[in-house]
C-alpha cells in the first residue's frame, strides 16, 4: 500500500481523530497491515478564516512547505483533514507531482451515496470554508446549501479547538443542525473535522455524512 502524507495540525485533535478512524477502518489482521503515515501535525499556519476575508496572511506557503517535506520523506499520496484548508489546494497540487486526496471530492460523493438525490444540504462548516464555496461548487447546480447560524458556530468550533467537548457544546452544535433541518436540510454534511467530535448520525433527524470519514474511506481506496 502506499506511503500516506499527512498535512495536519487544523487543528491537531481533528486530525488525531482522522488518523484513529484511519487505523481503524483498515483492514487488518496484524500490525504490518497497517497503513505507513507520515504526519506533519502542524498547527502554527495562518487562520484560513481570516486569509479568506484578507484580514491576514495566505496559509498557501506553510501547506506547501509541509507538502514538498512529506513528499521528500517518501509520501506517495497527500491528504489534508481540513475542509477550509482546500481553498488552497491548488497551491499544494500545484507544488508537488504526489497526488492528493480531496477531502471535498470525498465528502460529496458520500453524500450523494447517502442520498442519492439530494436537492438541499445543511453544511457544518467555517466561514472560509463558505466563503470559498468550496462545497457549493462541488456539489454545483441543483443543490441548495444551507449555513448555519456562524455568530453561533464559529465560537463552537473555536471552543472544540480549545478543548472543550462537553454536554454544552454538543447540545449547542445539535441545536444548529436541527434548525438547518427545519430549514429544508435532507442531509447534514458535518465539512468541519472539529465537528465530528461533538456531532454524530444520533444527534440529527436526518442522515449525517462526515467529511472526515469520507477522507478515510477515500484515503485508503487512493493507497490501495
Request: with cysteine.
Amino acid at each position: 500500500m502506499k506511503t500516506v502524507g499527512v498535512i495536519g495540525g487544523m487543528g491537531p485533535a481533528a486530525t488525531l481523530d482522522f488518523l484513529t478512524k484511519l487505523h481503524a477502518a483498515t483492514p487488518a489482521a496484524s500490525e504490518a497491515d497497517h497503513l505507513h503515515v507520515i504526519t506533519d501535525n502542524h498547527p502554527h499556519r495562518a487562520d484560513r478564516n481570516a486569509a479568506m476575508r484578507a484580514d491576514g496572511p495566505s496559509p498557501a506557503p506553510s501547506l506547501v512547505k509541509t507538502a514538498i517535506g512529506l513528499a521528500a520523506m517518501g509520501a506517495e499520496l497527500l491528504v489534508m483533514p481540513c475542509n477550509a484548508a482546500h481553498a488552497w489546494a491548488d497551491d499544494i497540487i500545484a507544488a508537488t507531482p504526489v497526488p492528493f486526496v480531496s477531502i471535498i471530492g470525498a465528502a460529496v460523493a458520500a453524500v450523494r451515496a447517502a442520498v442519492p438525490d439530494v436537492t438541499c444540504v445543511g453544511l457544518l462548516a467555517v466561514e472560509a470554508t463558505q466563503a470559498a464555496r468550496l462545497y457549493h461548487d462541488g456539489f454545483g447546480p441543483g443543490v441548495t446549501i444551507l449555513a448555519p447560524d456562524m455568530d453561533v458556530f464559529m465560537p463552537l468550533i473555536f471552543a472544540v479547538k480549545a478543548g472543550d467537548t462537553g454536554a454544552d457544546i454538543r447540545a449547542r452544535m445539535a441545536g444548529l443542525a436541527a434548525a438547518l433541518v427545519a430549514g429544508g436540510a435532507e442531509v447534514l454534511l458535518a465539512a468541519c473535522t472539529e465537528v465530528p467530535l461533538v456531532f454524530g448520525p444520533a444527534d440529527a433527524a436526518v442522515p449525517v455524512v462526515s467529511a472526515t470519514d469520507a477522507l478515510v474511506a477515500a484515503t485508503l481506496a487512493a493507497a490501495a
